[in-house]
């Protein structure tokens, strides 16, 4: 079964920087591509950033140039760098690997951006 876990959410200020991580496990990533997705409070489940099995990311317009993808299929790992955090930023940050309608997810990361 595959398994995903997140880590890395937190509390930060605006402006400030944090690195999620994604690790998966119970397959080798890298038959998956991998998203981030996010979902902040009585909103609607959100696509933050992918990145294909051969490495090309995709972002939101929202996080284009502040959060950067990336994926380590040696290690079975998938970041998000988020920089320059705003606090609409704020959400629960979730891991996917294979897509949104047929993927598996993670519980998800605590984001939390104060102003």
């Known amino acids: 079964q595959v398994r995903l876990m997140e880590s890395g959410g937190g509390l930060v200020q605006l402006g400030g920087s944090l690195r999620l991580s994604c690790a998966v496990s119970?397959?080798?990533?890298?038959?998956?591509?991998m998203g981030w997705y996010r979902q902040a409070p009585g909103k609607q489940r959100e696509l933050v950033a992918t990145i294909t099995k051969g490495g090309i990311p995709t972002y939101v317009d929202s996080v284009k140039g502040r959060f950067t993808i990336s994926r380590d299929d040696t290690k079975n790992t998938a970041d998000l760098q988020m920089n320059s955090l705003k606090p609409e930023d704020t959400a629960v940050y979730f891991c996917n690997a294979g897509g949104r309608l047929l993927g598996f997810w993670g519980r998800g990361t605590q984001v939390t951006v104060s102003s």
């Open positions: 119970g397959s080798m990533m890298s038959v998956y591509s």
